[in-house]
């Protein structure tokens, strides 16, 4: 059964530093997502990474996949309060067309 | 810019009693599905939906749960005898052509069961 899993859980962060949030799978895929979800809110689609070594940067996040150690990370570069919400990885299961959701990291940014 | 929206936004129902969650997903998309979270955990895939038939459905999905496309737009989830372990939000998504994979959700139902 594919599992994904992230750490950290939970991620309080300065403003202006730097962090990684990483996300495991257990079986072969080569397709990632990467969500943001703001409390109470929907899932709102930050990355889409369809390949191994695949980079995508959009202002301060950037998230890349390395499919042979099924990994991907989430970098954020000089945090901003505004980042403050729930990110979440998810996995394309192969033969399916289903996605299968990460744990969630809940990032906070405090001044 | 196309998006799919859902209704009602919030649903408080007695225990036992049925419940239609509706959405209407983006115009031209092919694939939809319904994923719920609850509170404060991950989102869990419930089912998929394609071609007017369910081509994948979880383990949750259970005898209790539908799904169906009345009318070509609107596709809607039933729980037909709501229990208390189903009170989550409930998110209709949808994928275009040109398939990434990506999903679209929608804003979200909250349901409470009391």
């Known amino acids: 059964e594919l599992k994904v899993e992230q750490n950290p859980l939970f991620l309080s962060m300065q403003e202006g530093k730097n962090y990684t949030i990483y996300c495991n799978y257990s079986t072969t895929s080569d397709r990632l997502y990467w969500y943001r979800q703001d409390p109470g809110k929907s899932l709102e689609s930050l990355f889409v990474?369809?390949?191994?070594?695949a980079v995508k940067q959009e202002g301060r996040l950037m998230a890349s996949l390395d499919t042979k150690a099924r990994l991907s990370t989430l970098h954020i570069t000089a945090a901003v309060h505004d980042l403050s919400a729930t990110y979440f990885c998810?996995?394309?299961?192969?033969?399916?067309?289903?996605?299968?959701f990460g744990t969630g990291t809940r990032l906070q940014v405090f001044p | 810019e196309p998006e799919v929206t859902q209704t009602p936004s919030h649903q408080v129902t007695q225990m036992g009693q049925e419940v239609i969650l509706r959405c209407v997903p983006i115009s031209n998309h092919l694939y939809f599905y319904w994923y719920r979270q609850i509170l404060g955990q991950k989102v869990e895939f419930l089912v998929s939906?394609?071609?007017?038939?369910?081509?994948?459905k979880s383990e949750i999905f259970d005898d209790q749960f539908s799904v169906e496309r009345p009318d070509g737009s609107n596709f809607t989830l039933k729980i037909r005898s709501t229990k208390l372990e189903d009170s989550a939000m409930y998110f209709c998504a949808s994928i275009g052509q040109g398939n990434t994979g990506e999903l679209f959700f929608g804003e979200g139902s909250r349901l409470t069961v009391l």
């Open positions: 990474l369809l390949s191994n070594g």
């Open positions: 939906f394609y071609n007017n038939e369910i081509s994948e």
């Open positions: 998810a996995v394309d299961k192969w033969g399916t067309d289903k996605l299968i």
